[in-house]
């Protein structure tokens, strides 16, 4: 079983080829369905492939990346060479599952989703490659094969954020999260060819291993000294920051929702910007040898969960608040990475798992929120809470579900986000980040908080117009059939899964320190905040005679609320350091350079050749003397200079 | 007689056709100074030859032979001459210059000549 493991790559690449170059064309529902069956097929094998593993390294060292395969695909110099390899570690499986789990589910919503898109067999063509591309990522057992995989994600999602590329604003926001991501990936780049020149080898058993000893010396970069392991963490690191939009990166995510919906909840749940944590834990015990680099992982990831709460209390657009949502568990999911480093100098293993944990969790609330979410916009036709409002009676089998995932993602006990946010939080206070550990548990408030203040202002309350009205209970059971399922493990996969990723979900090669022991009162506390949120949110929105007009309008609204409302004007920030600063400043002067000294120099060039050409031309004169009072002056010259033979 | 004498007499009768190809107007003139020119050359090959130790009929079976060639040359350029003026009704060469370079044409100006 494990040793066919590169088949559950093939099933989706088999559906993305015969859907891409043939089915498409032909008939949308047919490629559907092909890419449902190619999916669930990937699925099924991912399954027992788990299974066997789980049986095979019971008792054993289950952290030991077991290799499936490998063959050599570039043979570059000396030991130096690019392998194609799959490795099976807890988190490799678990990422196997999740990416099998949601693909499939987002491919049957889509049926349902894309029902009336005269262009979905396109669709499904690339849901296909997404999902194999993210497939490849995870199982890849050394860093350029990872790489490639990275980019194919990275390309799907710019082909799938586009998809409707007659939209102007979807062209735009694709061109955005393409170049960010490219900017961050180009540094990642840099960083694998630093590592492969330093440790001369590719291979993550290799880099994570014998080579953290090697790389550890100080080089001379320009003047500075730097530690060579830092250095390459750090490049690496960036194309992580850069794929799981942490901030200053961010921005693109956001803008990723104009893709359709299903887009958006398999982009935000299982592919694409959890690759950027998925590096991180890949790399974890060469960047936990780094000397202080965990530290910033730490503070990029609590900062990005912080800041995207805030924004996320304060905006419209149902999914631009899913979407902040998103960057903010990211940042949960980074931060927990960073928390591994104790503040006396070890490493506790703990916060490792508690971040494999919370990427598992996330990835079933994520996706069912998003799939509510296009539910609800397919039913409204808007993406506004303006439009939303009183729709527990029009599809209550979402609601429900949207309910389960809201209780979720705010941490209330016994769903499955809590169990994963509270072993995120309590690894930080094990491991002495007390002030970190604080801040995360006020975002998880502020979680509890924007969460409901979706769910009361789209749920409850008065209809507040949109199309949907007067068609009675109305639900697609394509859609919402992934999104019953989805539930189940959004309440569940907390309980079930928590002693799994206690177990065995830890970092390979690393040594862990012995916790501290559990403190009881953490779990409470965040349960309490949790709920206080929730509260606060139906108080605000939720109560009977609550005005959710006011509520979303902006008249009378301070000026740091307007702040929060523009996303702190990151986005100006960012276009007024392209326009004003690169083009019209840096671009300017090199134009300049290129017109009057590039341009000027080849012009100068061509109109010397002619006027000299003019002077010539003056010798042609017709006159039959002149020639040869020339040619006989010629001779004479030659003669004079010594040229001619006598 | 010396090889000088006739070495100056052949410089004299070349500078001649010289002379006469730079100012004649005329195009028979010019064939006529060309052809001073010709016997300059053929001069030069007798006197060596004559002056040379040793047999001198190579030096003269060259003056010959370059005689030869000068008639058939004239026979050529005579019938040139003869069919231009057929066409022209004109043998001056200041008038016959239609493949110079038209002087107004500006460079760069794009224009056919």
């Known amino acids: 079983m494990i040793a066919h493991g590169y088949l559950i790559l093939l099933f989706p690449l088999l559906a993305f080829a015969v859907n891409g170059l043939w089915l498409a064309r032909r008939n949308g529902f047919a490629?559907?369905?092909?890419?449902?069956l190619m999916s669930a097929a990937s699925l099924a094998y991912a399954i027992p492939l788990a299974l066997e593993w789980f049986a095979a390294v019971h008792g054993g060292d289950a952290s030991a990346p077991v290799e499936a395969w490998r063959f050599t695909w570039l043979p570059l110099e000396g030991a130096l060479k690019v392998d194609f390899s799959m490795i099976l570690d807890p988190i490799s499986v678990m990422m196997l599952l999740v990416i099998g789990t949601v693909a499939l589910l987002v491919n049957v919503y889509s049926m349902g989703y894309m029902r009336h898109d005269p262009s979905r067999g396109r669709f499904f063509a690339l849901l296909s490659l997404f999902a194999f591309s993210m497939l490849g990522l995870v199982i890849a057992g050394n860093v350029f094969q990872m790489y490639v995989f990275w980019e194919l994600v990275g390309v799907s999602s710019y082909l799938l954020i586009g998809f409707w590329?007659?939209?102007?604003?979807?062209?735009?926001?694709?061109?955005?999260?393409?170049?960010?991501?490219?900017?961050?990936?180009?540094?990642?780049?840099?960083?694998?060819?630093?590592?492969?020149?330093?440790?001369?080898?590719?291979?993550?058993?290799?880099?994570?291993?014998?080579?953290?000893?090697?790389?550890?010396?100080?080089?001379?970069?320009?003047?500075?000294?730097?530690?060579?392991?830092?250095?390459?963490?750090?490049?690496m690191f960036l194309g992580g920051w850069g794929k799981s939009a942490m901030f200053p990166l961010h921005i693109w995510l956001p803008d990723a929702m104009e893709g359709p919906t299903p887009v958006s909840s398999i982009i935000h749940s299982a592919t694409m910007v959890v690759a950027g944590v998925y590096l991180t834990a890949r790399f974890f015990p060469m960047f936990a040898a780094a000397p202080g680099f965990l530290d910033l992982v730490r503070v990029v990831g609590i900062f990005t969960a912080l800041f995207a709460a805030v924004i996320a209390c304060t905006q419209k657009d149902i999914k631009r608040i899913l979407a902040f949502s998103t960057l903010s568990q990211l940042g949960y999911m980074m931060f927990s990475l960073g928390a591994a480093a104790t503040v006396l100098g070890g490493v506790n293993t703990a916060a490792y798992s508690a971040s494999?944990?919370?990427?598992?969790?996330?990835?079933?609330?994520?996706?069912?929120?998003?799939?509510?979410?296009?539910?609800?916009?397919?039913?409204v036709h808007a993406n506004e809470l303006d439009a939303m409002g009183g729709l527990w009676k029009k599809l209550p089998l979402t609601w429900i579900?949207?309910?389960?995932?809201?209780?979720a993602i705010a941490g209330i006990p016994p769903f499955s986000g809590f169990w994963s946010k509270d072993e995120i939080i309590l690894a930080a206070w094990q491991s002495g980040h007390g002030l970190?550990?604080?801040?995360?548990?006020?975002?998880?408030?502020?979680?509890?908080?924007?969460?409901?203040?979706?769910?009361?202002?789209?749920?409850h309350g008065e209809p507040r117009g949109g199309h949907g009205e007067g068609h009675g209970r109305h639900e697609d059971p394509w859609m919402t059939v992934p999104i019953v399922i989805l539930a189940v493990p959004t309440v569940l996969s907390g309980l079930l899964a928590k002693d799994f990723f206690h177990h065995f979900a830890l970092p390979h090669q690393v040594l862990s320190e012995s916790p501290v022991e559990h403190v009881a009162w953490l779990p409470a506390t965040a349960a309490t905040l949790g709920i206080l949120g929730l509260f606060l949110a139906f108080v605000l929105y939720g109560r009977r005679g609550a005005d959710a007009k006011a509520a979303l309008s902006v008249e009378g609204r301070g000026?740091?609320?307007?702040?929060?409302?523009?996303?702190?004007?990151?986005?100006?920030?960012?276009?007024?350091?392209?326009?004003?600063?690169?083009?019209?400043?840096?671009?300017?002067?090199?134009?300049?350079?290129?017109?009057?000294?590039?341009?000027?120099?080849?012009?100068?060039?061509?109109?010397?050749?002619?006027?000299?050409?003019?002077?010539?031309?003056?010798?042609?004169?017709?006159?039959?003397?002149?020639?040869?009072?020339?040619?006989?002056?010629?001779?004479?010259?030659?003669?004079?200079?010594?040229?001619?033979?006598? | 007689m010396t090889l000088e004498?006739?070495?100056?007499?052949?410089?004299a009768l070349f500078a001649i056709g010289v002379y006469g190809a730079l100012t004649r107007r005329h195009l028979v003139g010019l064939l006529i100074s060309?052809?001073?020119?010709?016997?300059?050359?053929?001069?030069?090959?007798?006197?060596?030859?004559?002056?040379?130790?040793?047999?001198?009929?190579?030096?003269?079976?060259?003056?010959?032979?370059?005689?030869?060639?000068?008639?058939?040359?004239?026979?050529?350029?005579?019938s040139i001459v003869v069919a231009m003026y057929r066409r022209r009704r004109n043998l001056d060469l200041d008038k016959l210059r239609s493949l110079r370079e038209p002087i107004e044409a500006e460079p760069g100006a794009g224009k056919a000549p």
């Open chain 1, 31 to 36: 490629a559907g369905l092909f890419s449902i």
């Open chain 1, 356 to 379: 494999a944990f919370h990427i598992f969790t996330h990835a079933f609330f994520k996706c069912l929120l998003f799939l509510g979410a296009g539910a609800l916009i397919h039913h």
């Open chain 2, 34 to 78: 060309i052809e001073l020119m010709l016997n300059a050359a053929n001069i030069n090959l007798a006197a060596f030859a004559h002056f040379r130790p040793g047999d001198a009929t190579g030096g003269a079976t060259f003056a010959l032979f370059t005689i030869a060639v000068a008639a058939c040359e004239m026979a050529a350029a005579l």
């Open chain 1, 401 to 407: 579900s949207m309910l389960l995932a809201c209780l």
């Open chain 1, 436 to 459: 970190s550990a604080a801040l995360a548990l006020f975002t998880g408030f502020l979680t509890a908080f924007y969460m409901f203040r979706l769910y009361f202002l789209a749920f």
């Open chain 2, 5 to 11: 004498r006739c070495l100056l007499l052949a410089f």
């Open chain 1, 559 to 646: 000026g740091w609320y307007r702040l929060i409302l523009n996303k702190f004007y990151i986005d100006e920030l960012y276009l007024f350091v392209a326009r004003r600063l690169l083009i019209g400043g840096f671009a300017g002067a090199v134009k300049w350079v290129d017109t009057n000294v590039v341009d000027a120099a080849v012009g100068a060039t061509a109109s010397g050749t002619l006027r000299s050409g003019a002077l010539l031309r003056r010798l042609q004169n017709g006159n039959l003397a002149f020639y040869i009072g020339a040619f006989l002056f010629g001779i004479l010259l030659l003669r004079i200079l010594g040229r001619l033979p006598l």
């Open chain 1, 165 to 235: 590329y007659e939209k102007p604003s979807a062209v735009a926001a694709s061109k955005k999260a393409m170049i960010v991501t490219r900017f961050a990936d180009s540094f990642f780049l840099l960083g694998i060819v630093l590592a492969a020149y330093a440790a001369g080898s590719m291979d993550f058993s290799v880099l994570n291993g014998s080579a953290i000893a090697a790389m550890s010396r100080e080089v001379s970069l320009g003047g500075f000294h730097v530690n060579l392991l830092f250095l390459a963490s750090l490049l």
